[in-house]
């Protein structure tokens, strides 16, 4: 039983570039969330999605960043036009229903570095 | 603010003692608790969950849970060097069912 698959493991991108990261979520779990940690920083809670929809955006930023999760394949997180402040490491959990009554489990992430 | 709160550490124990990390909440309706292990450069790890006021043990883990004075702590009995880690609580706020909120973590080094 396969955990959370998130790829590529480590991204470098050109500042300008876009970047797309992957999450695969554990079977049987039909909700992704997606979590940015800067270094020395705790873990900021992005999106939220379900198969086809995205539940809650709070903290994703307004411009450049996006978020989908469609009915077949991984949940993509993407970010157009990275900047030096985008490098951090990229976290996807997911959970079989809402984590007010679910535990939630993480992906290895993606560390990704802009030059 | 929604708040969760940590002592970032490092917070040292020796080898075979007891290790006790606390963290508190700002939110008096929150629910669902949560402690995750994260190594350096590694992802967080899920320990325990809790959800009702009162102990709950695991192995060498109890999480302790008072909504009344809004705090959750994990005890870890006989400590092991491999238990050195930061360690993530997390929580999900009244009407904020969809997301965890962390804390910041405390560090945990145990000594030889």
């Known amino acids: 039983n396969a955990g959370v698959m998130q790829n590529p493991r480590h991204l470098v991108r050109r500042r300008g570039q876009e970047a797309r990261l992957r999450c695969s979520p554990m079977?049987?779990?039909?909700?992704v969330y997606w979590y940015r940690q800067l270094p020395e920083e705790g873990l900021k809670f992005m999106v939220y999605?379900?198969?086809?929809?995205?539940?809650?955006e709070s903290g994703m930023p307004k411009e450049r960043f996006s978020a989908e999760f469609p009915k077949e394949g991984p949940s993509i997180l993407r970010i157009q036009q990275v900047v030096r402040g985008d490098s951090a490491a990229y976290f996807c959990a997911s959970s079989p229903g809402q984590v007010l009554n679910t535990e939630a489990f993480f992906g290895q992430g993606t560390r990704l570095t802009v030059v | 603010q929604k708040e969760v709160e940590q002592n970032s550490g490092p917070l040292s124990v020796p080898e075979g003692a007891i290790a006790s990390l606390n963290c508190t909440y700002s939110d008096r309706g929150s629910q669902s608790f949560f402690w995750y292990r994260q190594y350096s450069g590694k992802s967080p790890e899920l320990i325990m969950s809790?959800?009702?006021?009162g102990d709950k043990e695991d192995g060498r883990f109890t999480a302790q849970l008072n909504k009344a004075s809004q705090y959750v702590s994990l005890l870890i009995r006989d400590s092991q060097p491999s238990d050195s880690a930061t360690y993530l609580c997390a929580l999900t706020f009244t009407g904020t069912a969809s997301k965890l909120t962390f804390g910041t973590g405390t560090r945990l080094q145990v000594t030889l």
């Open positions: 079977k049987g779990h039909s909700h």
């Open positions: 999605l379900q198969k086809e929809n995205i539940i809650d």
């Open positions: 809790i959800y009702s006021n």
